[in-house]
């Protein structure tokens, strides 16, 4: 068995350890049902998605008194919004309370999911904790992809002790780091309660079980409850000013001192045979000449491999060539991509509006270079949307593939996105009754084309409120394909090892599987459903602590359905509708996915009011019951000015009102 047989083995039985270790409800005692640990527990992770947004992303915690004390934490990645920090938090939250019934202590930093929660029974804040360690790995051989693995790992270990280095030396708000190396990309957080020595300790354990486990592999993480490491071969972080950047160099040559200092031992030592200044004036030139031809091997390489996927991607479009814009003529139509022109961001590019010389306007979609959005997700949108046509997907006009520019030209949409009128405490006014249940409507129409009606079964992947459009009319286009997938005739289902999408609209087995079907666009209907009703976003709903899904649901359940209407659109239509409306996204959300309707029996059910329909289940990540307490109702009586119940950081704190 050579070395790396060996390797792989020892990673096999990593890997078969960390199956077990994975769960992370930890095994250091249980507490009862209905017991004051209990709710203590369930009232301090429903309060922390709330807390640590507002926090800068970090939020240590604890409440109770005694055998009933709990301590809890809270960290995000310190690449993360609020709004996003908010949404992780909240969805680990939920897992750990479903998922962690009795267990006094539980931790989840999944590598999927980029935030931190943790709970105990015991303090641990400052703590060092370095078990248990759990790790997966990018199983693609680095063979494959280096083709000088001396030179890489030489790169990789310089990287990753620069990039662990910077992290622990962070402030007490912040240790976080990410770093660049040519294609390797490592990022690496602590807690920033732990300190600068603890902080490094702990990554630099991580590195050894990395390199002992799987140094052969494409990119990985491991991670303990004191810290986290990731690297790969792609960008899964936007870099910043504040990025770690290595670079190959030739080894400094010998100054005028060195080599004077040498001539003179040479010169002493001239009867001994080849002196050691004559060593280092032959393998001193070598090595640099060695390191140039690498860097240049290694530019060329990347240079190519750039070009080849540029002519894939072009290849892939020929049969679409009618539709290619000429980069001047784009650039042209948009004042050179003007911030005046721009509409709006998002994490793969910005979009600009635009006016071609015959006075049509436009919509141009601008891909970041380094968004992650790669050719394929690029060539898949244009060949989805090159083949549709339907009043209720926006249509494109076309794409320009010019230089290192991926460019998608669109109709121009001029009412913005649905989440612009939707989310905004004065735009939502001008939405009644009658026009939201046109948009729910239509938005069902879109989709059921998309699922059944075209010449393609799509499935869309990341349906959510900003990505509809509004036209003038305020009727709704559905956009952004990046991420559709197109299925077979007879195809019903399909899975893939990489989740993508936004958290709050993604279906259950989407997330804990990787498996998606024309209903997991159904699910996220549900959430869009429920969202353009209530007008709150799924991400930011707080009622008594809980969140959108489960007071829908409970108020159906109750007969006070209406309750969830938006105040500003509750006494300008049909009541029987909302109920109806209402009913129907319960139907789209159920956690098993067979028992959600089709989108056509969805758009039957919105425009024919005596169809019968089924009575809804309990949706997929509800909060369970016990976590809102009756004492918890308000923000007084669990957080008194004059209590010491919760407090952040051992320090009182007073306002905890949940959004």
């Not at 990287?159 to 992290?167: D, F, M, N, Q």
């Given at each position: 068995m050579d070395d790396k047989q060996l390797v792989l083995v020892c990673c096999l039985l990593l890997v078969g350890i960390r199956l077990t270790v994975a769960q992370t409800c930890l095994d250091t005692g249980n507490f009862t049902t209905n017991s004051g640990f209990g709710r203590n527990r369930d009232n301090i992770l429903t309060l922390l998605p709330t807390n640590v947004s507002r926090n800068g992303g970090f939020f240590n915690a604890s409440i109770g008194q005694?055998?009933?004390?709990?301590?809890a934490q809270a960290l995000c990645r310190g690449d993360l919004d609020e709004e996003d920090c908010f949404t992780y938090v909240n969805f680990t939250a939920h897992q750990l309370i479903s998922s962690c019934k009795n267990q006094k202590a539980a931790f989840s930093w999944d590598g999927n999911i980029p935030c931190l929660v943790r709970y105990s029974n015991e303090p641990f804040f400052g703590v060092l904790a370095l078990e248990p360690i759990q790790e997966a790995i990018n199983s693609d051989d680095i063979s494959d992809a280096a083709s000088n693995l001396t030179l890489f790992y030489q790169m990789w270990g310089e990287l990753i002790e620069a990039v662990a280095t910077k992290a622990s030396m962070g402030s007490s708000r912040l240790k976080y780091a990410t770093g660049v190396a040519e294609e390797i990309q490592a990022l690496m957080q602590c807690p920033p309660d732990l300190s600068q020595s603890d902080c490094l300790t702990c990554l630099r354990t991580l590195v050894r079980r990395y390199t002992v486990c799987c140094r052969y592999y494409q990119g990985g993480y491991v991670e303990t409850p004191s810290c986290r490491m990731r690297w790969d071969l792609y960008t899964f972080f936007i870099p910043t000013a504040d990025t770690v950047r290595i670079s190959l160099s030739p080894p400094p040559s010998d100054s005028p001192a060195d080599s004077t200092n040498k001539t003179s031992e040479t010169i002493k030592d001239n009867k001994k045979g080849i002196s050691s200044g004559t060593?280092?004036?032959?393998?001193v030139p070598i090595l640099i000449f060695v390191a140039i031809v690498a860097f240049i091997c290694i530019l060329l390489r990347k240079r190519k491999k750039a070009k080849q996927e540029m002519n894939n991607t072009k290849d892939g479009l020929e049969s679409l060539e009618s539709l290619q814009f000429q980069l001047k003529s784009v650039t042209?139509?948009?004042?050179?991509f003007s911030q005046d022109n721009m509409l709006g961001q998002g994490g793969f590019g910005a979009v600009y509006k635009g006016r071609l010389d015959d006075g049509q306007e436009i919509a141009v979609k601008r891909l970041f270079h380094e968004s992650g959005h790669g050719d394929e997700e690029f060539?898949?949108?244009?060949?989805?949307?090159?083949?549709?046509?339907?009043?209720?997907?926006?249509?494109l006009k076309g794409f320009c593939l010019e230089r290192k520019e991926k460019l998608l030209i669109f109709e121009f949409v001029p009412n913005s996105s649905l989440d612009q009128f939707l989310f905004d405490p004065i735009e939502r006014q001008r939405l009644d009754w009658d026009t939201r249940y046109k948009i729910i409507t239509e938005i069902a129409r879109g989709l059921l084309y998309l699922h059944e009606d075209s010449r393609y079964r799509i499935v869309h992947r990341d349906l959510k409120a900003a990505n509809i459009l509004l036209d003038k009319e305020m009727a709704p286009k559905i956009s952004d394909f990046g991420m559709a997938r197109l299925f077979g005739a007879d195809q019903t289902r399909d899975d893939t090892r990489r989740v993508a999408g936004t958290f709050g609209y993604m279906a259950p087995e989407?997330?804990?599987?990787?498996?998606?079907?024309v209903k997991s666009d159904v699910y996220s209907f549900g959430v869009l459903i429920l969202e353009i009703i209530s007008g709150?976003?799924?991400?930011?709903?707080?009622?008594?602590?809980?969140?959108?899904?489960?007071?829908?649901w409970r108020n159906w359940r109750e007969g006070t359905s209406l309750n969830l209407v938006d105040e500003f659109s509750r006494g300008t239509g049909s009541r029987n509708e909302m109920t109806r409306s209402i009913h129907i996204g319960l139907l789209c959300v159920q956690e098993n996915d067979a028992n959600r309707p089709s989108m056509h029996s969805v758009v039957l059910?919105?425009?024919?009011?005596?169809?019968?329909m089924p009575v809804p289940s309990t949706p997929a990540f509800i909060i369970p019951a016990s976590t809102v307490q009756?004492?918890?109702?308000?923000?007084?009586?669990?957080?008194?000015?004059?209590?010491?119940?919760?407090?952040?950081?051992e320090v009182t704190i007073s306002t905890l009102d949940p959004r």
């Amino acid at each position: 068995m050579d070395d790396k047989q060996l390797v792989l083995v020892c990673c096999l039985l990593l890997v078969g350890i960390r199956l077990t270790v994975a769960q992370t409800c930890l095994d250091t005692g249980n507490f009862t049902t209905n017991s004051g640990f209990g709710r203590n527990r369930d009232n301090i992770l429903t309060l922390l998605p709330t807390n640590v947004s507002r926090n800068g992303g970090f939020f240590n915690a604890s409440i109770g008194q005694g055998p009933d004390r709990v301590y809890a934490q809270a960290l995000c990645r310190g690449d993360l919004d609020e709004e996003d920090c908010f949404t992780y938090v909240n969805f680990t939250a939920h897992q750990l309370i479903s998922s962690c019934k009795n267990q006094k202590a539980a931790f989840s930093w999944d590598g999927n999911i980029p935030c931190l929660v943790r709970y105990s029974n015991e303090p641990f804040f400052g703590v060092l904790a370095l078990e248990p360690i759990q790790e997966a790995i990018n199983s693609d051989d680095i063979s494959d992809a280096a083709s000088n693995l001396t030179l890489f790992y030489q790169m990789w270990g310089e990287l990753i002790e620069a990039v662990a280095t910077k992290a622990s030396m962070g402030s007490s708000r912040l240790k976080y780091a990410t770093g660049v190396a040519e294609e390797i990309q490592a990022l690496m957080q602590c807690p920033p309660d732990l300190s600068q020595s603890d902080c490094l300790t702990c990554l630099r354990t991580l590195v050894r079980r990395y390199t002992v486990c799987c140094r052969y592999y494409q990119g990985g993480y491991v991670e303990t409850p004191s810290c986290r490491m990731r690297w790969d071969l792609y960008t899964f972080f936007i870099p910043t000013a504040d990025t770690v950047r290595i670079s190959l160099s030739p080894p400094p040559s010998d100054s005028p001192a060195d080599s004077t200092n040498k001539t003179s031992e040479t010169i002493k030592d001239n009867k001994k045979g080849i002196s050691s200044g004559t060593v280092a004036i032959i393998i001193v030139p070598i090595l640099i000449f060695v390191a140039i031809v690498a860097f240049i091997c290694i530019l060329l390489r990347k240079r190519k491999k750039a070009k080849q996927e540029m002519n894939n991607t072009k290849d892939g479009l020929e049969s679409l060539e009618s539709l290619q814009f000429q980069l001047k003529s784009v650039t042209k139509a948009t004042n050179n991509f003007s911030q005046d022109n721009m509409l709006g961001q998002g994490g793969f590019g910005a979009v600009y509006k635009g006016r071609l010389d015959d006075g049509q306007e436009i919509a141009v979609k601008r891909l970041f270079h380094e968004s992650g959005h790669g050719d394929e997700e690029f060539k898949n949108e244009v060949m989805v949307m090159a083949r549709l046509q339907h009043r209720n997907l926006v249509r494109l006009k076309g794409f320009c593939l010019e230089r290192k520019e991926k460019l998608l030209i669109f109709e121009f949409v001029p009412n913005s996105s649905l989440d612009q009128f939707l989310f905004d405490p004065i735009e939502r006014q001008r939405l009644d009754w009658d026009t939201r249940y046109k948009i729910i409507t239509e938005i069902a129409r879109g989709l059921l084309y998309l699922h059944e009606d075209s010449r393609y079964r799509i499935v869309h992947r990341d349906l959510k409120a900003a990505n509809i459009l509004l036209d003038k009319e305020m009727a709704p286009k559905i956009s952004d394909f990046g991420m559709a997938r197109l299925f077979g005739a007879d195809q019903t289902r399909d899975d893939t090892r990489r989740v993508a999408g936004t958290f709050g609209y993604m279906a259950p087995e989407y997330i804990k599987h990787g498996k998606f079907s024309v209903k997991s666009d159904v699910y996220s209907f549900g959430v869009l459903i429920l969202e353009i009703i209530s007008g709150d976003k799924i991400s930011h709903f707080r009622n008594n602590g809980v969140d959108l899904l489960t007071y829908a649901w409970r108020n159906w359940r109750e007969g006070t359905s209406l309750n969830l209407v938006d105040e500003f659109s509750r006494g300008t239509g049909s009541r029987n509708e909302m109920t109806r409306s209402i009913h129907i996204g319960l139907l789209c959300v159920q956690e098993n996915d067979a028992n959600r309707p089709s989108m056509h029996s969805v758009v039957l059910m919105l425009s024919d009011a005596s169809v019968s329909m089924p009575v809804p289940s309990t949706p997929a990540f509800i909060i369970p019951a016990s976590t809102v307490q009756p004492e918890a109702s308000s923000s007084s009586s669990l957080l008194d000015h004059n209590s010491d119940r919760f407090t952040k950081n051992e320090v009182t704190i007073s306002t905890l009102d949940p959004r």
